[in-house]
């Protein structure tokens, strides 16, 4: 596929650019999606981990920011 040898060839940084602009896409279109039994699985992980305070609570906001910068 012609598609996927041009994302393969991007830069990380391009490729998460993608992946929200998708992401973004998938929802506004379809917001009735179900998440998978894994997901809620890791929901439940994570919560337990923040309650234990073993996890830091960013925003989505600096998340992204910080994804980015590792990529750089």
Known sequence: MEILQNIISLPKIEKLIIMEYL???LFEKNNTFD???WHKKALVE?????????EEIIN???AKR???????
Do not use: Y
């Open 23 to 25: 992401w973004q896409d």
């Open 35 to 37: 998440s998978p039994d």
């Open 46 to 54: 994570t919560e337990k981990r923040v309650m234990e305070g073993k």
């Open 60 to 62: 989505w906001t600096d």
């Open 66 to 72: 910080r994804l980015r910068k590792s990529f750089e």
